[in-house]
């Protein structure tokens, strides 16, 4: 069944056996590419292992009394099922303990914390209900049957658990009972009648109404079943015919269709009758009348002509049903799996998943194309009824379609809760025809199957900022952030949101918050400060309080390479007549820091580019050259004693350093050729780690540690400019 079974023990989806219910042991064959008869039958599948029903309570012991102590190693358990709640190893050692133990108290204490975060899981629904039907609390048994339904709907071993759990309970002398009894026959198909599976299901529903001796309810149900592509869809039609052969037409048929039947039945013998009696005339004695039927009375030739006439019309919704199980019938067979477990499924289950739901999405395309299709003939009167009528069962067959399509996204999110990308389709399916029905399955999938999965998360805020909810957005990501700490993406989305939402105070607060949080981390607080001087600087227009930010990041990290690059920029981006000095105090600042050689020339190149471009005055252009020189001079004698074995090898320059230098040695010796290169992409004015879009943010800081912000040494800075080489004078 969809949503039921295990592949181990304890995984709590089991496998219902109910006498009441119709216990098939075979399924015919996939339909053949033809209309033979489905003849042959072969045995069916075992369902998945797991625990029965009266596994529950091996011995007939009396259970604790409620209200008792709780047994002695249950907080135990408890704490380590709480501490670590995505262990479900741990949460199934803690039912095994309260099941063991046959305390109600505990048990019931440890199945509701678990069915709240694991709902999928069919068999812990079922020793729930059994455990407070043991105990004499038929009332609570049946809300845990409707609380369970409400998490897996299409549950079929569910309904029919409820079902006979309802007949075992309520008495059904009173005339309430039946009626009660078969409105949740008509929920339960309702919900989960279209299911693949749900053959258990109509056949508990078509034997119920033979009990009650409504043969004509029986066979209104065997009429819809009939219209279903289920794995025993030829079983249904024989069914159907045993029923009608084992009763009279009239008590079968709807009144409707049986005096329509009946109408044109007799209207077909007087014809016969009257071509037989033409016949019979010429040779009949004259004045011998032929004997008259009795008005009032249908002979047994008129309703074997009637069966005749209900399986001729029945056969062609057969055929067609038979080919709608055809087309499905491989997609099915490819689903090995179809109940949910915490174990990952393969990459073939995933693909045949998205495989099926492809195909029966495209039936919805196909469907819909056609019924939007207008006539190309003139119009008559006849040929617009004929029109309107196909409009109707094109509008029908849409519908009828979409509730497919819906019924197998809920199938597949059975087997496939953990996965994300499922989840989405649905969520991008519903929302074009309704936000509300979009909005329920993102609740259902971060509140309950994904709590630990960021991304789909803030997809959910994103969703609810783009239709204007920005109270529930703020709510999303907020619950988010309490149940990952420290994960920065999610604390940037808060920041941009209120930045968007024109709260620019409150933006700045959380970034401000998050600065003050990491100052123990300080990789970390450096890139909340960067992120922090960036809103300041062009979203907020204060320079002085950037300025603030990063030199009190500095502090903090002096040996951290982006914060002075973040701070060239910022001082290089302001007024050049008024940045002169604050510009050489950047550079001379790094390349006193204990920074790499790389960096230090990457500043000090940068310096030098902006003396050039905006520098007052020839000497203090020369000064910034000269210290410029004297750096290159430094690294090139330190890459020489490398070269000679004076320090270690590991510690030779980069392959970016010896570059660097060697376009210095290139010129000659007598016309310096001047190291500048082309300036880098501004560190304030422009956010690298969001280029690839804005939900792909780099993946350091989707993890706990934070290790790197990504590379900020490839700009390649090596390649000179083509100055004149006698522009200045040699050192």
């Known amino acids: 069944m969809a949503a039921e079974g295990s592949e181990e023990e304890m995984s709590g989806n089991v496998e219902l056996e109910e006498a009441s219910a119709m216990n098939v042991s075979e399924v015919p064959p996939p339909p053949p590419p033809e209309m033979p008869e489905n003849g042959s039958a072969v045995v069916a599948p075992e369902s998945p292992a797991g625990h029965d029903s009266e596994s529950y309570s091996v011995a007939q012991t009396t259970e604790h009394e409620e209200g008792g102590t709780l047994p002695a190693d249950f907080e135990r358990l408890w704490k380590a099922a709480h501490d670590n709640p995505q262990d479900f190893t741990s949460w199934t ?32 629904w079922k020793k729930y209900v059994d455990l407070e039907r043991r105990s004499g609390n038929n009332n609570k048994a049946e809300e845990v049957c409707i609380w369970g339904l409400k998490g897996i709907p299409l549950s079929i071993d569910l309904w029919i658990h409820y079902i006979n759990l309802l007949l075992g309970t309520l008495d059904m002398n009173l005339p309430d009972s039946p009626k009660r009894i078969r409105s949740v026959f008509e929920d339960a198909v309702a919900a989960a009648g279209l299911d693949f599976h749900s053959d258990r299901l109509w056949d508990l529903y078509i034997e119920w109404e033979k009990e009650q001796g409504n043969a004509k309810n029986a066979a209104a149900v065997l009429d819809r079943v009939l219209k279903v592509p289920t794995q025993l869809y030829s079983t249904h039609y024989d069914k159907f015919k045993e029923h009608l052969n084992n009763n009279p037409p009239k008590d079968v048929l709807s009144s409707e269709e049986f005096e329509e039947l009946k109408t044109l039945c007799r209207q077909s013998q007087k014809a016969e009758r009257a071509e037989q009696a033409q016949e019979v005339d010429e040779e009949r004695p004259p004045g011998e009348e032929l004997p008259a039927t009795p008005e009032g009375t249908d002979s047994e030739e008129l309703i074997q002509k009637i069966r005749e006439q209900v399986l001729l019309r029945r056969d062609k919704v057969y055929e067609a049903n038979e080919g709608e199980v055809r087309k499905r019938w491989n997609f099915e067979d490819a689903i090995k799996r179809p109940y949910f477990h915490v174990k990952p499924l393969d990459r073939l289950q995933l693909q045949a998943w998205h495989s099926y739901l492809d195909w029966e999405i495209s039936e919805l395309n196909r469907d819909t194309k056609n019924s939007t299709q207008e006539p190309t003939q003139e119009a008559t009167e006849e040929s617009k009824i004929t029109a309107q009528n196909q409009e109707t069962s094109a509008r029908d067959a849409v519908a009828h379609s979409d509730h497919r399509v819906r019924i197998l996204f809920e199938r597949c999110l059975i087997a496939c809760a953990l996965y994300e990308d499922f989840w989405m389709r649905y969520v991008q399916y519903l929302e074009p025809q309704s936000v509300d029905e979009a909005r329920a399955v993102y609740k259902r999938a971060c509140e309950i199957h994904l709590s630990n999965k960021p991304n789909i998360h803030m997809q959910w805020a994103t969703f609810e900022e783009r239709h204007g909810d920005l109270t529930q957005a703020r709510r999303v990501l907020e619950a988010l952030e309490k149940s990952l700490p420290g994960l920065a993406v999610v604390r940037l989305r808060r920041a941009t949101l209120e930045r968007r939402a024109g709260q620019l105070e409150q933006s700045e607060a959380l970034l401000t918050e998050a600065v003050a949080e990491s100052k123990e981390k300080p990789t970390l607080h450096a890139f909340y400060s960067i992120k922090l001087a960036r809103l300041l600087l062009k979203v907020g227009r204060n320079p002085s309080q950037a300025r603030r930010v990063l030199q009190e990041a500095l502090e903090i990290s002096p040996d951290n390479d982006k914060l002075h690059l973040s701070l060239l ?27 790499t050689s790389h960096t230090k020339l990457l500043l000090s190149q940068r310096g030098l580019q ?10 203090s252009l020369l000064t910034v050259y000269e210290a410029h020189q004297k750096l290159l001079d430094e690294l090139r004698g330190t890459k020489r004693e490398a070269e000679n074995g004076a320090e270690d090898p590991q510690k030779m320059l980069k392959s970016d350093d010896d570059a660097a230098a060697a376009t210095s040695e290139q010129a000659p010796p007598t016309t310096p050729q001047v190291p500048i290169t082309t300036p880098p992409p501004s560190m304030v004015g422009t956010d690298t780690s969001a280029q690839a879009g804005y939900g792909a943010y780099s993946s350091w800081y989707q993890q706990p540690q934070y290790g790197s912000y990504g590379s900020y040494g490839s700009y390649g800075y090596q390649n000179p400019w083509n100055y004149n080489q006698s522009y200045y004078p040699p050192s």
């Open 610 to 619: 902006f003396a050039e471009d905006y520098s007052s005055s020839i000497q």
């Open 93 to 124: 050692d803690l039912l095994q303990y309260c099941e063991q133990e046959r305390h109600i108290e505990a048990s019931r204490k440890a199945l509701e914390a678990f069915l709240a975060r694991y709902p999928l899981c069919y068999g812990y």
């Open 569 to 595: 920029e910022l001082e290089a981006s302001g007024d050049p007549w008024a940045s002169a000095d604050a510009v050489r105090e950047c550079v001379t600042r790094a390349l006193a820091a204990p920074l």
